[in-house]
């Protein structure tokens, strides 16, 4: 069983969910808090070799205080993603950083903490609130506004492998939720690197996240230390406080071309449907181009 942990009081009427572990509370109203262990970061699961918080990329030998293109083997390399404030410029175009794979500066490089390639290892710096919605469970509001490409939250859970991935799904009963993401990235000459990430059990505000097919967040992976990637959700467009936070668990973006998109897989029942066939959930995402069901993603089972 998962241990509970105490949430710790921030005005009488809400909790922090993280109980401390986020440098900004995640406000909760309820008294009862969901069954997980709160971990702002990927944790290593069943099945996964890396222990994601070891550091296995090489660093810069920048000694400024941020590192600029010119020089940066950082930059040379993996080209800069983030503008000067931090965001992603080119979320909204083709082409753009989200075709290709971001490399932050980590704890090898000899930049600055202020160096502009440093991001999503800030970790949560938004102020959110996990709050029930009238026909979706729990989700996720903004309580402040998010310009277009502002880093929001990780989706972040155990990590585990394709086989425990594919174990927890079959295991699954109809109306337990299923959390698994897998996030297939395409890198040149045919290679396909996938990652699962779980947080069902063990995860981040992330996992409070619904779905909706006109989304306001979008899922890149990111990486810092490791080469296992963190999953990261950026603005996709100017948010509002108090708007409801979503992305499109099936990691469709309408602006990206289909061979550079991110295959993310959540709720395929698939997996876990072994004699009735898939039993698709409904999508109450409210959209007007809402596809009715939540994505389906049967290229995974091979
Ligand atoms: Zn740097
Ligand atoms: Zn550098
Ligand atoms: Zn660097």
Not at 29 to 57: A, H, I, K, M, W
Not at 135 to 156: H, K, Q, S
Request: glycine share 8%; proline share 6%.
């Amino acid at each position: 069983m998962v241990p509970l942990v105490e949430m710790s009081e921030i005005d009488g009427l809400h909790m922090d969910l993280s109980s401390g572990l986020e440098d900004v509370p995640v406000l909760f109203e309820e008294l009862t808090r969901p069954t997980f262990q709160y971990s702002p970061d990927n944790v290593q699961g069943p099945g996964c070799t890396t222990d994601p918080s070891e550091v296995t990329l090489p660093g810069c030998s920048c000694r400024s205080q941020s590192c600029c293109s010119e020089t940066c083997s950082c930059l040379r390399t993996h080209g800069r993603a983030y503008d000067d404030s931090g965001r992603l410029p080119d979320l909204s175009r083709t082409g753009g950083a989200c075709s290709r794979p971001v490399f932050e500066c980590n704890a090898l490089c000899s930049c600055g903490d202020s160096c502009s390639n440093r991001v999503v290892q800030k970790g949560l710096q938004a102020r959110l609130e996990v709050c029930s919605t009238q026909d979706r469970g729990w989700g996720v509001r903004a309580l402040e506004e998010m310009p277009l490409g502002t880093f929001v939250c990780e989706y972040a859970g155990e990590v585990i492998d394709f086989v425990e991935a594919r174990r927890r799904q079959l295991s699954q009963r109809a109306d337990e939720n299923n959390y698994i993401i897998a996030v297939r990235e395409h890198a040149g000459a045919g290679s396909i690197t996938e990652t699962f990430v779980d947080p069902a059990r063990v995860g981040n505000v992330g996992r409070f996240l619904n779905h909706s097919c006109l989304p306001n967040l979008l899922m890149l992976p990111v990486r810092v230390h490791s080469v296992i990637p963190r999953l990261a959700l950026f603005a996709a467009r100017d948010i509002g406080a108090h708007e409801e936070l979503t992305f499109d668990y099936s990691g469709g973006y309408s602006n990206q071309r289909p061979a550079e998109r991110l295959c993310t897989e959540r709720d395929s029942p698939a997996w876990g449907s072994r004699t009735d066939g898939p039993q698709r959930k409904a999508c109450h995402c409210h959209a007007s181009n809402c596809a009715g069901f939540l994505p389906l993603d049967l290229s995974v089972l091979n």
